[in-house]
T-cell receptor, first 111, second 117 residues
Framework: KNEVEQSPQNLTAQEGEFITINCSYS?????LHWLQQHPGGGIVSLFM???GKKKHGRLIATINIQEKHSSLHITASHPRDSAVYIC?????????????FGKGTHLIIQP | EAGVTQSPTHLIKTRGQQVTLRCSPI?????VYWYQQALGLGLQFLLW???????NRGNFPPRFSGRQFPNYSSELNVNALELEDSALYLC????????????????FGPGTRLTVL
């Protein structure tokens, strides 16, 4: 069964802390997405990775294909970063498919 | 440039009714994905359309169906609504040249929140 596991499920931190959210998956993928969902449902795509590392502002995403693991880091966290962060993968293989999602990490940054 | 748009924003239906949700992709995007986010279940893949064809569907019953129009907009139809169909339905679009694998970023719409009473 193709699964996407995220940890932690919930994370509360103080403003300014360095945040790490982890994602692991079970079989080969063609791409991994990190998504951000704010209260009310709106989803924003933060990164799409197939190898290496990407950085956008205070956000950094890394992926290790051999270990089937990705991390999302937030530096100098701010209360506006409070959201649910979702890891999603596109599995490689003979047939195309939609994304398979992790259950999300609920992040709260306290001022 | 306009993002992915969905209509309606909210919808209330009763059991047994039928509903149609609409999605307009980003201009130039040919692929449209539909996802369901039911309470406590997380996001699940529903359907993928590309170039007017249904390319794949998730583990949902046949009463979930849809289509993609020549302008690449899409409809999701749900027949014989059940209480557990209450969810946020998200549409996403991407630019895909059909090769069997999508590796392009998906851009999400704001969603349609469906409540079934």
């Amino acid at each position: 069964k193709n699964e996407v596991e995220q940890s932690p499920q919930n994370l509360t931190a103080q403003e300014g802390e360095f945040i790490t959210i982890n994602c692991s998956y079970s079989v080969g993928i063609s791409a991994l997405h990190w998504l951000q969902q704010h209260p009310g449902g709106g989803i924003v795509s933060l990164f799409m990775l197939s190898s290496g590392k990407k950085k956008h502002g205070r956000l950094i995403a890394t992926i290790n294909i051999q270990e089937k693991h990705s991390s999302l880091h937030i530096t100098a966290s701010h209360p506006r970063d409070s959201a649910v962060y979702i890891c999603a993968v596109m599995y490689s293989g003979g047939g195309a498919d939609g994304l398979t999602f992790g259950k999300g990490t609920h992040l709260i940054i306290q001022p | 440039e306009a993002g992915v748009t969905q209509s309606p924003t909210h919808l209330i239906k009763t059991r047994g009714q039928q509903v149609t949700l609409r999605c307009s992709p980003i201009s130039g995007h040919t692929s449209v994905y539909w996802y369901q986010q039911a309470l406590g279940l997380g996001l699940q893949f529903l359907l993928w359309y590309d170039e007017g064809e249904e390319r794949n569907r998730g583990n949902f019953p046949p009463r979930f169906s849809g289509r993609q129009f020549p302008n690449y907009s899409s409809e999701l139809n749900v027949n014989a609504l059940e209480l557990e169909d209450s969810a946020l339905y998200l549409c996403a679009s991407s630019l895909v040249r059909w090769s069997g694998v999508s590796t392009d970023t998906q851009y999400f719409g704001p969603g349609t929140r469906l409540t079934v009473l």
